[in-house]
């Protein structure tokens, strides 16, 4: 059981590129969601999805967009990277059950925006 | 909105003593859920232990516990007889709840050193 998995683990972008940071979750679990991590901010969240076809965005969305074609994927987009987005980026999952409200977190993505 | 607070940015400890971190927060809400994550070295984010607001009875996981104090809105995760393998990020972390997204709010965490 693979659980959360992001790629790529590390990446270097200039100031402009985009890119796509992937995210997948084999345990059928509708809610997924995107979170930053900042020194000194602790975990920020950035996007989320409580299932196919539905997204919002959570506390800092800008230059960020996502989706979610099917249950397993949530994909974040940079369009246009800015050094600001330099960050520690997780991915995560969880059930919608009644009594589990664990999240289940991918292992990271450090981007670097020069 | 809720916000969670940590005021401890750095402690430490000497192994096999026991140590307490501390964690406030602020809600309107009457439901919600309480976390502590740990965060090694590895970046891996690791549930410690969690709480349920409408549970008096504080949780426990072996070493972990915590004091859930609802009114005063606190929420601290004692560690007893440290360990080395404890050194680590700790995030406090608040929940609404399912319908809401099973969104977490953090803190912005404690480092903990656990010394030989």
């Known amino acids: 059981n693979a659980g959360v998995t992001q790629t790529p683990k590390f990446q270097v972008l200039k100031t402009g590129q985009s890119m796509t940071l992937q995210c997948a979750q084999d345990?059928?679990?509708?809610?997924m969601s995107w979170y930053r991590q900042d020194p000194g901010m602790g975990l920020r969240l950035i996007h989320y999805s409580v299932g196919a076809g539905i997204t919002d965005q959570g506390e800092v969305p800008n230059g960020y967009n996502v989706s979610r074609s099917t249950t397993e994927d949530f994909p974040l987009r940079l369009l246009s990277a800015a050094p600001s987005q330099t960050s520690v980026y997780f991915c995560?999952?969880?059930?919608?059950?009644?009594?589990?409200?664990?999240?289940?977190f991918g292992s990271g993505t450090q981007l670097s925006v020069l | 909105a809720q916000t969670v607070t940590q005021s401890q940015p750095e402690m430490s400890v000497q192994e096999a003593e026991t140590v307490t971190l501390s964690c406030t927060y602020d809600t309107s809400e009457n439901n919600y859920y309480l976390f502590w994550y740990k965060q090694p070295p590895s970046r891996q984010m690791i549930l410690v232990i969690r709480?349920?607001?409408?549970?008096?009875q504080n949780a426990t996981e072996n070493r972990f516990s915590v004091n859930f104090q609802k009114a005063a809105k606190s929420f601290s995760l004692k560690i007893s007889d440290s360990q080395l393998g404890d050194t680590a990020m700790y995030f406090c972390a608040f929940m609404r709840g399912r319908e809401y997204g099973n969104k977490l709010v953090f803190g912005a965490g404690t480092i903990l050193r656990v010394k030989s």
């Open positions: 995560a999952s969880s059930e919608t059950g009644a009594t589990n409200e664990k999240l289940f």
């Open positions: 709480q349920e607001a409408y549970k008096q």
């Open positions: 345990m059928n679990h509708e809610y």
